[in-house]
């Protein structure tokens, strides 16, 4: 499993979209559609993400629990 998967994943537990995923994260939804999209494996935003998503960098990146 990797970044994309583990986040998407992280999300739709959650119940959020892709949209609000990003509004919690002061990101823009492209930035969340490019990850899930496997277009960017080392987001410059994970610290953000991974706030808003509850769950540790270190976990999303290399799904590594903390």
Do not use: F, Y
């Amino acid at each position: 499993m990797n970044i994309s998967v583990r986040l998407k994943e992280r999300r739709l537990e959650l119940g959020l979209t892709q949209q609000q995923l990003a509004s919690l994260a002061g990101i823009k939804q492209q930035t969340v559609q490019r990850i899930e999209s496997g277009g960017s494996r080392h987001p410059r935003h994970l610290l953000e993400i991974s706030d808003a998503l509850g769950c540790s960098p270190k976990w999303l990146l290399h799904g590594v629990p903390s």
